[in-house]
């Protein structure tokens, strides 16, 4: 029994280990501006986990003309800024032809 906790413990170090390396090593936008992950304390509790599984990603799913979302958030943060994914992920969206050549 005692080699039960003992891989245990091990496993939850070596997790913890990798959760801070992660954190040193991944590159942040917290610096672009964009638009904020779509949660609140004015939603109930199952609309909030859903908005926060989803970020705003959803949102270019849920507009009523193909485009609507991005449109209004290149007129209204520029045309490179950060959107979240699902799960707390962010990524890095970009209309400007510059950028796009310089990444391919």
Request: aromatic letters at 14%; charged letters at 25%; proline letters at 5%.
């Amino acid at each position: 029994m005692p080699s039960v906790y003992l891989l245990a413990g091990s496993l939850f170090f070596l997790w913890v280990v990798q959760q801070i390396v992660k954190g040193y090593t991944r590159r942040s936008f917290d610096y672009l501006l964009g638009p904020p992950s779509r949660h609140g304390s004015s939603m109930d509790l199952n609309d909030r986990r859903r908005a926060d599984n989803a970020g705003n990603f959803s949102d270019l799913f849920r507009s009523n003309e193909i485009g609507d979302a991005d449109f209004a958030w290149i007129k209204e943060f520029g045309k490179t800024f950060r959107i979240h994914l699902p799960f707390g992920k962010e990524r890095l969206y970009t209309a400007d032809p510059k950028v796009s050549r310089s990444l391919s």
